[in-house]
Each structure stands twice: as structure tokens, then as C-alpha cells.
């Protein structure tokens, strides 16, 4: 069974950092692709930035520079590095490996 848990989501103030992280057990055929999604109330959820099993990534214009997406193939886990956050970058934030998805892990930017 495949297990995913996201952590470091919390409170920050705009200007702010925060890292995510995400691990994942129990993929038996091996992980490709691994990523951040995020989805505020009453917005669809969005890609913020994914990485696959060679190290590309692919990251939404509203975070590039600011975000930074990583990962350790040894211990299946990919982080998500996120820096000078702003109020709008408030959301929900989810994980995805391969296919599954992870619970979420709330991030809030506020004074």
C-alpha cells in the first residue's frame, strides 16, 4: 500500500520561509515524476513545481525564483524549498508521487 506524508506546512509571515517535505513508501514499480500542488479556497488546485526521476523540473511562473523543488531518491522524498512567500501563496499544498497523492499540508502567509 502506498503511503505519503507531507510535513512543514504552518504559519509564516509574508517575506517568509518555509520547507515542505514529502515521503514516500510502499511504490513498489519505482517513482517517476514527484511534486507540489496547491489549491486555495475556492480555487482549482494548480502544479507549483515537479521534478522527475533525472532531476528536471517544471515550475509554475508565480513561484519560480522563490520556490525550489528537490529530492532524495534514496530515501523517496521530495522537499519543496519555499522562500520569500506572499499572502497569495496561501494554500493547501499537496504532494503527488507518481500517481497518488498525499493528504496535504495547510501553509498560511500572514502578519
Known amino acids: 500500500q502506498v503511503h505519503i506524508l507531507e510535513s512543514g506546512g504552518g504559519l509564516v509571515q509574508p517575506g517568509g520561509s518555509l520547507r515542505l517535505s514529502c515521503a514516500a513508501s510502499g511504490i513498489i514499480s519505482g517513482i517517476n515524476h514527484m511534486g507540489w500542488y496547491r489549491q486555495a479556497p475556492g480555487k482549482e488546485r494548480e502544479l507549483v513545481t515537479i521534478i522527475n526521476n533525472n532531476g528536471d523540473t517544471h515550475t509554475a511562473a508565480s513561484v519560480m525564483g522563490r520556490f525550489t523543488i528537490s529530492r532524495d531518491n534514496a530515501k523517496n522524498t521530495v522537499y519543496l524549498q519555499m522562500s520569500s512567500l506572499k499572502p497569495e501563496d496561501t494554500a493547501t499544498y499537496y504532494c503527488?508521487?507518481?500517481?497518488?497523492w498525499g493528504q496535504g499540508t495547510q501553509v498560511t502567509v500572514s502578519s
Open positions: 503527488r508521487v507518481n500517481d497518488d
